[in-house]
């Protein structure tokens, strides 16, 4: 093998490695009689150093430049700038097989360049600037592999016809906007053109006749045609990939005649195909089980998906990656369920005019009580699956009707939604729907709604009063989920964010409330939204606003200590502190004290029922005179029911009572205990500590006055005895 690309070079021969001088392949000036090895006809295999990427030089080589390697069988050229080349370039080279000439530059190629290679089998001109196919590979008759990747051909001519023996074929990374099979050889097996701009196939009967892989991935196809002339696939095809393309549909039959298909490929991204439905009849066709990959796709979830988890004949194809398709709510886009979740949950709806149980016998005449109907001027969806009653779904949609001017709702309906322009809610006419679990009420104008107004729908446990007229919250036994959003909602107080405790799902957001919230002292909304459960439950925590001093209209979440970007910092201790206390004594007088009503003389006390072996405890916040002896006989529960004395309806089901007479002691005095104990033995010692300090800076002075002030004092008490006092002999 033998590649020229860089500034030295080495063959290597029977007798070793031989240097080919710099100047000898740098300006292609290759001295004819200085042999780069014993033989030229055992030249076998070149090693290199490369050249720069950055190099700027261009090589003008000379005709017959390795016309004394006669045996070379294998030649890579790559970065080098070639220019004007020769069409004797390659003269001699007779045994050549394989060619590369790689990001060289080149924008075209001499007519018979190749006239000098006729055993030459592949042939790699990829990274060049090439803007159609060289005319010079006419003469490549025995040419299997030919890759023209990452340069500019914009379209094909007809010069590939005229190699026969052409089976692999790569022009990916191009600019091709069409291809047409008829200009390609009717022999190639495989055909590779991805990242192009390619959004039309022109095919006819007879042309790829051999095709069995084609690679069309990257590229701008917008659909697939099972008729005519255009997007239609060969017929011979087993792999296809059809993926990051722009397929919004598939028509039914478009694979009917591909029967060796094994594979197709149509993953995709966000922003490429986008099929929201593919029917199984539009895969029919391959005789053997065909495998899919569909992920990424914009599905929708609707009953013709079915067939991607619940095959329904042995030919029915396999989804390969169906654990990664996903699919829009069909009722509400913005949510996306994995397809499994979405079968698991029933959620796969199909529209319907009627339906028919499998009880009924009658739906074939025109009258026929036991089919269902749906209403006039309504939408109508029923999911996939009846196989389960707590999870079958009957949805009915209406909108902008008069509520006294619907037709009868079907009993059997699940979810329904009505908007119009309604002052007042008049549920009469709708009649009572036993199965209905969820109300969607929008944008009617209400401005109230009782409990009552329910009743007719005892199983209700969802309603939807978005972008209506309530000012607070309402209190609506049963309900789990409550959808609020886009009402004229006051500020919230801690009592009404106690009516969300008991409830899995609510929405507040939207733009017409008027809620405050502060960095110092937090509203009460801010704290309970503070809690982690809490945020959970909200729907569009992300809509929800509110005003904050200094920075205006902000969404809430900004106000979260611990959300990125928050503009409220972590307060200090003593803020965490208060925040605290005044939740604390909020949640004390906002609670719903729940138990038996007992008759006093001075008072009715709420008395809290004990666990059984207990007595009754009082409320903390009631006074309650001392109990008398016949007063401590309580009648004790075995569970801590509620119920109230004359109000048989507040009674529970089963209360066993049992008498105990309580033994009563007055608490035991606790120990007083000074938090400063354990300081006074260190305080003692600091005061010792000081005393002894004040005594010795008392004796320094003392010391100091009688040394300098008083000196006569000082040195009468040390004079030396008089001379006549002294002894003689001193």
């Known amino acids: 093998m033998v590649r020229l690309s860089g500034a030295v070079s080495v063959l290597r021969g029977p007798a070793g490695p031989f240097p080919l001088r710099p100047s000898h392949l740098q300006m292609g000036a290759v001295e004819r009689d200085k042999p780069a090895c014993a033989g030229p006809s055992r030249v076998r295999a070149y ?16 005709a017959g430049l390795f016309a004394g390697l006669r045996n070379l069988d294998r030649l890579e050229i790559e970065r080098c700038h070639l ?11 007779h045994q050549l097989y394989s060619l590369i000439v790689r990001n060289a530059k080149l924008d075209d190629l001499p007519a018979s360049i190749f006239d000098h290679l006729p055993n030459l089998i592949t042939l790699d001109l990829t990274g060049n600037s090439l803007k159609i196919e060289p005319f010079a590979l006419r003469s490549l008759r025995n040419v299997i592999h030919v890759d023209l990747s990452n340069n500019s051909i914009a379209f094909l001519a007809n010069t590939l016809i005229s190699m026969p023996k052409l089976r692999v074929l790569t022009i990916d990374h191009n600019r091709l906007t069409n291809i047409d099979f008829r200009r390609l050889p009717e022999d190639l097996t495989d055909l590779s053109l991805r990242h192009n701009f390619i959004s039309t196939i022109h095919y006819t009967p007879g042309s790829a006749r051999h ?92 009953c013709s998906l079915k067939w991607m988890l619940h095959p329904t004949t042995k030919s029915t194809p396999t989804v ?11 009722l509400q886009p913005e ?22 149980p499998a009880s009924c016998t009658c739906c074939r005449f025109p009258f026929c009580e036991c089919r269902i109907d749906c209403p006039k001027g309504c939408q109508c969806y029923r999911s ?25 709702i079907p009993d059997s309906v699940t979810e329904l939604q009505l908007s119009g322009d309604w002052h007042s809610w008049t549920p009469e006419k709708l009649g009572k729907l036993d199965r209905l679990r969820f109300l969607n009420l929008t944008n009617a104008r209400l401005r109230s709604l009782e409990s009552s107004e329910l009743a007719t729908f005892p199983r209700l446990s969802g309603l939807d009063l978005g972008s209506n007229e309530f000012t607070d919250p309402m209190q609506l036994p049963g309900i789990t989920q409550l959808y609020i959003a886009n009402n004229p909602l006051k500020e919230l107080s801690t009592k009404d964010l106690l009516l969300f405790e008991g409830m899995r799902r609510v929405a507040i957001g939207g733009q017409r409330n008027s809620w405050e919230c502060d960095c110092d002292a ?77 008759p006093s003389t001075s008072t009715i006390q709420p008395i809290l029922l004990a666990k059984e072996g207990q007595t009754a405890r009082h409320h903390p916040f009631t006074t309650t005179p001392k109990p008398t002896a016949p ?93 006549e006092q002294r002894p003689l002999n001193a």
């Open 631 to 723: 007063e401590m006989e309580k009648p004790v529960v075995d569970d801590a029911e509620v119920f109230f004395p004359g109000r048989p309806d507040f009674r529970p089901t089963v209360i066993t009572f049992r008498t105990q007479k309580p033994n009563w002691r007055p608490p035991k005095r606790k120990a007083r205990e000074d938090p400063n104990d354990t300081h006074r033995f260190l305080n003692a010692l600091i005061f010792v500590l000081f005393v002894a300090v004040i005594l010795l800076i008392i004796a320094v002075g003392i010391t100091v006055y009688f040394r300098f002030t008083k000196t006569d004092v000082y040195i009468g008490s040390h004079r030396e005895p008089a001379l």
């Open 335 to 356: 949510i996306r369920l994995n397809l499994t979740v979405a079968d698991r949950k029933n959620e796969l709806l199909c529209k319907y005019e009627n339906q028919c």
């Open 522 to 598: 937090p509203s009460s909304l801010q704290r309970w939204l503070r809690v982690e459960g809490n945020r959970d439950k909200v729907k569009d925590l992300a809509q929800v606003y509110c005003n904050l001093p200094l920075h205006g209209r902000i969404r809430i979440e900004r106000t979260f200590p611990d959300a990125n970007g928050t503009l409220c910092p972590k307060e200090e201790e003593d803020t965490s502190n208060w925040v605290k206390m005044v939740k604390n004594l909020e949640d004390r007088t906002s609670t719903v004290v729940y138990g038996v009503y007992e």
């Open 211 to 302: 095709l069995k892989r084609l690679d069309l991935a990257h590229n701008q196809l917008d659909f697939i045609s099972g008729t005519g002339t255009v997007n239609i696939l060969p017929k011979e095809l087993k792999t296809v990939d059809l993926s990051h393309n722009r397929i919004a549909y598939m028509q039914d039959g478009t694979l009917e005649r591909l029967e060796e298909l094994i594979l197709l490929d149509l993953n995709s991204t966000s922003k490429n195909n986008s099929l929201a439905e593919l029917r199984e009849s539009s895969l029919a066709g391959p005789k053997n089980r065909l495998k899919l990959l569909l992920a990424h796709n914009p599905f929708t979830c609707t």
């Open 83 to 93: 220019m004007d080349l020769p069409a004797d370039l390659f003269a001699g080279l």
């Open 384 to 408: 996939s699956r009846d196989d389960n009653e707590n999870l079958l779904q009957n949805v009915i949609r209406c909108e902008g009707l008069r509520i006294d001017k619907l037709d009868e």
């Open 320 to 330: 390969l990656d169906v654990d990664s398709v996903e699919c829009a709510h069909l």
């Open 47 to 62: 090693v290199d150093d490369t050249m720069p990427h950055l190099s700027t030089g261009k090589s003008r080589p000379p």
